[in-house]
Structures are given as C-alpha cells and as structure tokens.
C-alpha cells in the first residue's frame, strides 16, 4: 500500500492516505500522548542515532506494536542482528500494516515505512536483508513497543 508524501513547513512529511479506516489525530494531540522523543521520530520524520534504541539489542521473545497506535507490526522472530545499531527485521506481521513511500531525503532514494493504521514513520526497509525475504525492515525503537510474549 502506498501514500502521497508531502512537505510542510517544518520540513518533517506528511502523508495523506487512500484508505479509510485510519487513525488520524492532530499534532497536538500526538505530542500530549507521546514522548518527546516517539514524537520527533514518529510524527517528525526523525531518526534515533545507531545503537541508543531500547530496542537495538533486545532478544525477548514478544510482538512489537507500532508505539502510536499499538498496531503489531513485527514479530521477534522475524528480528536479527543487522550491525546497523537499529532493531532489524526481515518482515513485518503482516505487509498490509506497512506503509511504504519514496523518501528522496538526505540526497539519497530509499524506501520509507510507516505504520499503515496511523502514519507513524517507523525507519525505511532496504533490499540487503537475510532470507527468506531478502529485506532489511530498519526500524527506530522509539517507534516501537514490546509487548513480551507470555
């Protein structure tokens, strides 16, 4: 599924979705909910640096929820280490809960993800992944929430 990604005047991206069982709420209202810093990365199109995630090195067996709106997005099971410094996985729960969007940012062309149910940006997916499906979800952990499995 893919979305129109839009500029505004913060230079953070906004997209404007196709289909109608979204989540939408206002800025001000994301930034009351989150923290300061899921808001940045989430909301703003930002990046956590390599390696700070809470999520980097994490082993624990569980479900990771998009931090927004606690869609599931990942299974650990599909998690490896990538040495990026960001949680990798190979694919998420179910591709349909993935957005993906042609970033041009940074004088690059990649390949961004967001959650599909309420826009949050999550990291970009990349073709240099393990099999089975070659890919590389690279996802910020401030976007993300473990729930452990029971």
């Known amino acids: 599924m893919r979305g ?3 500029g505004n005047q913060k230079g953070a991206h906004v997209v404007h979705w196709a289909m109608g069982d979204k989540l939408k709420k206002t800025d001000a ?7 300061p810093t899921t808001f940045a ?6 990046t956590e640096r390599a390696f700070t995630g809470k999520y980097w090195a ?11 709106c606690g869609e599931d997005l990942f299974a650990s099971d599909t998690k490896f280490d990538s040495g990026s410094g960001w949680p990798s996985f190979f694919a998420p729960t179910d591709k349909a809960k ?3 969007l042609v970033d041009a940012s940074h004088g690059m062309r990649r390949t961004e993800i967001r959650c599909g149910r309420c826009g949050a940006h999550l990291g ?11 890919l590389r979800y690279c996802v910020n952990s401030a976007s993300l929430k ?5």
């Open 29 to 35: 209202e994301w930034r009351a909910e989150l923290d």
């Open 41 to 46: 990365v989430t909301r703003e199109c930002g």
């Open 58 to 68: 994490t082993k624990t067996p569980g479900t990771y929820l998009c931090a927004c």
């Open 146 to 150: 473990l729930q452990p499995k029971e």
């Open 4 to 6: 129109t990604l839009t």
């Open 98 to 100: 993935i957005e993906e």
């Open 124 to 134: 970009h997916v990349f073709d240099d992944g393990p099999g089975p499906t070659g």
